[in-house]
């Protein structure tokens, strides 16, 4: 029978998780510790240890010294509770991490694959498997090891049909049974998120996101997308597709025509994206490659701050954020100076005047994400005791 609200068995679940958040956040801790920020008491914090010690989910790790009278055992959550894999895939690959339940990296592996290639379409489950298999091979472990699985990917899963959309340069990721598939040849669930989205997760765990509840990430690279966080909560719409900001309609800028999102062009052929990203500013530049190169260009810098804040601007008017996050190669290559330029266009403009930052994750932001959305997956399953 399933236990029922205030019962002892889910008291002691609703204690059990505490202890696991708190050794989470905080690593590792005493009896003591514990008992003194659960407000729990002694007998019933080593109960709590000694059950979580038992189901393999915290070791000891030493003690701690220095103080008056007996040495205190420290606990720890135990890192082979779970594993979890986080994917980054990208136009020309795919990158895997494996990690444990504490979230430290156990093994890493990438493979290239040309995403306009032939067969990429047929092997789409095959390449993610291989990518996972390469990290698992370099973390000593195996499929069986795995609790949860996150591969961030351009474009969003439409909600209704599972149809991966605004991501036409992956001709391999539309098949609506791909999240099956996936699931299948990799032995654990499988979710596939926005690689905007998991970049705002990152900036909110670890980044410049950090204690704001409302805030856009505005990611600038090789293509445009945004992640709007609203009271906390991120923002989907309808169909998945909410910061789509690539494709919003501004003056100077080719409409972006064509209502199939998935097969809708990349080619930066209209919209925001074809004025912000990253080939449209290689051609404002003459042709010069390196971004970083391009934006010392006063000229160039000036044009792309003026582009990116009538963008942010329609952005900033509609939902008001406190912060703005500039990420990806271009807010990289433009650094203080591109997001100097970008406040002094703002400044006048009847509209709120949210701050903005440029992201300093020295790590991919989106296997960030994609790692703490693995993380708090495997958590809510391993660390529920109440079936215990």
Do not use: C
């Amino acid at each position: 029978m399933a236990a029922t609200p205030g019962t002892p068995s889910v008291l002691r679940a609703m204690n059990d998780r505490s202890a696991l958040d708190l050794l989470v956040a905080h690593g590792p801790l005493t009896r003591t510790r514990i008992g003194e920020l659960t407000g729990l008491s002694k007998p019933t914090t080593s109960q709590i240890l000694g059950r979580l010690e038992a189901a393999g989910l915290v070791r000891t790790t030493g003690s701690q010294t220095g103080r008056p009278g007996p040495n205190a055992l420290l606990y720890e959550i135990a890192p082979d509770a779970a594993h979890v894999a986080a994917l980054s895939a990208d136009p020309t690959g795919i990158t895997a991490v494996v990690a444990d339940i504490t979230g430290a990296e156990r093994g890493r592996f990438r493979i290239e694959a040309v995403a306009v290639a032939e067969d990429v379409r047929h092997r789409t489950a095959q390449l993610v498997s291989e990518a996972v298999d390469g990290a698992l091979e370099r973390a000593g472990l195996g499929h069986d090891d795995l609790t949860a699985t996150v591969i961030g990917t351009p474009g969003a899963i439409d909600p209704h049909s599972g149809q991966l959309r605004y991501a036409p340069h992956l001709p391999g990721w539309h098949s609506r049974t791909l999240r099956a598939e996936l699931a299948e040849v990799l032995g654990t669930p499988v979710s596939i998120e926005n690689d905007v989205n998991l970049a705002a997760l990152a900036e909110q765990y670890e980044g410049a996101a950090q204690d704001h509840d409302d805030f856009v990430l505005a990611y600038v690279d090789e293509g445009v997308g945004a992640a709007i966080v609203l009271g906390g909560v991120l923002l989907r719409g309808a169909t998945g597709g909410a910061g789509e900001i690539g494709y919003m309609p501004l003056p100077g800028a080719p409409l972006a025509r064509g209502g199939d999102t998935v097969h809708a062009r990349n080619d930066a052929g209209g919209g925001f994206q074809s004025l912000v990203a990253a080939p449209a500013i290689r051609h404002l530049a003459g042709g010069v490659e390196d971004l970083a190169e391009a934006l010392k260009d006063v000229e160039v810098l000036d044009e792309v701050a003026r582009r990116l804040a009538t963008g942010l601007a329609a952005v900033v008017a509609v939902v008001d954020p406190e912060l703005v996050v500039l990420s990806g190669l271009v807010a990289q290559a433009g650094g203080d100076a591109l997001r100097e330029r970008v406040e002094r266009e703002l400044t006048g403009l009847a509209l709120p005047r949210p701050q903005l930052r440029i992201s300093e994750l020295a790590e991919d932001p989106i296997l960030t994400g994609a790692l703490r959305t693995a993380l708090s997956q495997a958590r809510d399953t391993v660390f529920d005791t109440s079936g215990a």
